[in-house]
Structure formats: structure tokens, C-alpha cells
């Protein structure tokens, strides 16, 4: 058994933890694209976004068995509103272009 004391400092250290957590999350990063270039949000221009894959899966190349065709698209979704940008090549944050 726990003492009340302990119990509580464990919950302290997880509430502390989660709260780590979702600011990483929250803030999202700077990324660029493949062009180098500093990618910013098509609809109200933030530059901060959350990366992540998305299957670029057509019905058609299902049908033909050719699913081995089907790639992954990069997908940025702006931290600001919301609006996914899509892309073919890698983005890199830019701490990733940095190291
Ligand atoms: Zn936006």
C-alpha cells in the first residue's frame, strides 16, 4: 500500500507530465520543404504544424492489384486552423535541418 503522501506526489508527477506532453504537442514546429523553402499555412499563414502520414490509397490501382503503387503523403495540419497541407516529398522541421 501507498501512504496518502505518496499517492499524491504520483499524481502530482503524472498531472506534470501530461501537461509536458500536450504543450509538445500544442505547439507543433517550423518545417520546410523538400524546395528548402519555409512552409506556411495556405489559409491564414501560421507556420507552426503537427506532421503526419496519410496513405494515398486510389480505388483504381486497388482494382488493378497494383497496391504496392499506393505511397505515403506527408500531411502538415496548421496548428492555427486547422488546414492540412499535403506532400509528395519529405518536409523536414527545421530543428531536423539544423542537426
Ligand atoms: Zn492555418
Redesign the pocket.
Known amino acids: 500500500m501507498y501512504s496518502k503522501e505518496e499517492l499524491q506526489r504520483m499524481s502530482k508527477r503524472i498531472e506534470e507530465d501530461m501537461k509536458e506532453k500536450e504543450l509538445e504537442i500544442d505547439d507543433g514546429k517550423k518545417y520546410l520543404s523538400s524546395a528548402n523553402l519555409e512552409i506556411k ?1 495556405t ?4 507556420d507552426y504544424f503537427h506532421k503526419s502520414k496519410a496513405l494515398l490509397n486510389t480505388r483504381g490501382m486497388t482494382y488493378f492489384n497494383l497496391d504496392w503503387l499506393n505511397e505515403t503523403a506527408t500531411t502538415l495540419i ?1 496548428d ?4 492540412i497541407l499535403w506532400f509528395g516529398k519529405e518536409v523536414y522541421s527545421i530543428e531536423e535541418k539544423k542537426a
Open positions: 499555412c489559409h491564414c499563414s501560421h496548421c492555427k486552423c486547422g488546414n
